[in-house]
């Protein structure tokens, strides 16, 4: 960080912050994200714009106390960090069982610091780092997306009344590589028929969608009267 940059040097500072947000933001814009194109860009510029600032304050730290006061030029980006964060919880929304945002909420946590790298001179840093957000976000998205992971959903069965109908169903399940916990018996609204209601576990990759296979060979046997995922990964 050099003590007295130039007018040349705060403008490619500036410029890379810009572009390093900007071609950020585009993932989060282009999936529908709160956070987008211009949030990400604002995020990065204002980190970058209070490093530099605590870049012209540098030449005044180290002084002694007649001539003016030591500044802790260091929480001024500390503070922008603490701020972000704000920003981020604001983007992480839980709906029930959902957690969506989380990625959003790092990435305004990363573009905050590439802009304080940035602002602060280290532009191979920033560059470095914005490369490898780039290729997390939009490459590493395909491998994350072929990963097994867990999947909930809420069953419900209506059939006749009878406490086999669980070994019935567990049996089946099984066979087909999913858990399952039963819940809970209740009358249903066709007449002399019982809802039973169970929670389904089972892994499979987040790109493929439930398998209409598990819903047809349950339907078979018993009338399917609702199936609800009750968790995903939202990003």
């Not at 976000?137 to 669980?166: F, G, K, M, Q, Y």
Request: aromatic share 6%.
């Amino acid at each position: 960080m050099p003590l007295n940059p130039t007018w040349t040097d705060i403008a490619v500072r500036l410029a890379l912050t810009m572009l390093a947000g900007a071609v950020i933001g585009l993932n989060r814009g282009a999936r529908g994200h709160a956070a987008g194109f211009r949030t990400t860009i604002l995020v990065a510029l204002a980190a970058s714009v209070a490093m530099i600032q605590a870049n012209i304050l540098l030449p005044v730290a180290g002084k002694t106390p007649e001539s003016f006061s030591v500044m802790d030029l260091m929480r001024l980006p500390l503070g922008i960090l603490t701020g972000v964060g704000f920003i981020g919880a604001g983007t992480i929304v839980k709906k029930g069982d959902i957690i969506v945002g989380v990625t959003t909420a790092a990435t305004l946590w990363l573009v905050t610091v590439i802009g304080l790298c940035f602002g602060g001179g280290q532009l191979i840093l920033g560059i470095t780092a914005t490369m490898l957000a780039l290729v997390t976000l939009w490459i590493l998205r395909w491998v994350d997306r072929i990963i097994p992971r867990e999947h909930r959903a809420r069953l419900i069965v209506t059939c006749d009344p009878s406490w086999n109908v669980l070994d019935d169903i567990l049996q089946l399940l099984q066979t087909m590589k999913c858990d399952a916990r039963f819940q809970e018996q209740r009358l249903s609204h066709v007449a002399q028929k019982a809802d039973y209601v169970f929670e389904l576990l089972w892994r499979q990759r987040e790109d493929r969608a439930p398998s209409r296979d598990l819903i047809s060979r349950i339907d078979k046997q018993f009338k399917v009267a609702s199936f609800e995922l009750i968790s995903d990964n939202g990003r």
